[in-house]
């Protein structure tokens, strides 16, 4: 279909415009919600230096900036989805992950923790006392390795 002008420029339209399906919604939905998001922050800085002007004193508060600041907040409020509850956090389905025992885990590295602690205080005591250290734990009390010493490790 052509439509001409009364000038002497013809154009000619495109086709009609098709349906937006599901999956462009899906492909274009970040790059719609980030564009959304950058022109709300854009009306935000514009209305946020004129109340700030405002209340410096040169001139009353503009009512309709702040409520032009309000609805911009409220907005991106929604598009971030801030007013709804994060849905709760499910355990990983990595089956190799399931198949551990995580309080036995946990139960055999405190008392890894706690024996190392207490060979810690055992050296401390039997230094103190100017012997060595008590239940055969040999501990080189010379060694500048710092934390292991006192049971700690080092990536702590």
């Known amino acids: 279909m052509h439509v001409a002008y009364a000038r002497y420029m013809t154009y ?3 086709p009609a415009p098709r ?3 599901e999956e462009q919604l899906l492909e274009d939905g970040p790059r719609v919600r980030a564009l959304a998001i950058q022109r709300l922050e854009l009306v935000w800085s514009v209305t946020e230096s004129r109340i700030r002007a405002d209340l410096d004193g040169t001139r009353p508060v503009d009512p309709r900036f702040l409520e032009i600041g309000l609805r911009a907040i409220k907005d991106e409020t929604l598009l971030y989805r801030l007013s709804k509850t994060p849905p709760p956090v499910e355990e990983e389905e990595d089956p190799s992950l399931q198949a551990i025992d995580r309080v036995d885990l946990v139960n055999r590295y405190l008392e890894t923790v706690e024996a190392r602690i207490k060979q810690g205080q055992a050296a401390a005591a039997a230094w103190s006392k100017g012997k060595e250290p008590e239940d ?3 501990v080189d009390l010379n060694d500048d390795s710092g934390p292991e010493v006192l049971g700690q490790d080092k990536a702590a």
């Open 19 to 21: 349906e937006i399906n």
């Open 12 to 14: 000619e339209l495109g």
């Open 136 to 138: 055969g734990a040999e």
